[in-house]
């Protein structure tokens, strides 16, 4: 357990970086930025884009879900 008290789980790179393309490409307003955000982010995670599309392909609903229980719809 966490010190929230909440259960630890495995993070999954791929699903962070699904998460995050999925909204940007929603919220996209300035390619350049958001390219640059993207780009640090697969870095930090060790993860490719063609990982990341790979896994949009595969897991769209997982994606979709995890960014409705935050909160956000990336809308």
Known sequence: M??????????N????????KAVLRKRARDAQATSA???GILRD??????????YLAEHGDEVERAIRSHGRRGD
Not at 2 to 11: D, L, M, Q, V
Not at 13 to 20: E, F
Not at 45 to 54: A, F
């Open 2 to 11: 966490t010190a929230s008290g909440r259960k630890a789980t495995k993070k």
């Open 13 to 20: 790179p791929l699903l962070g970086a699904a998460v995050v």
């Open 37 to 39: 955000l993207y780009q």
């Open 45 to 54: 995670l060790g993860v490719t884009d063609q990982e990341v599309e790979n």
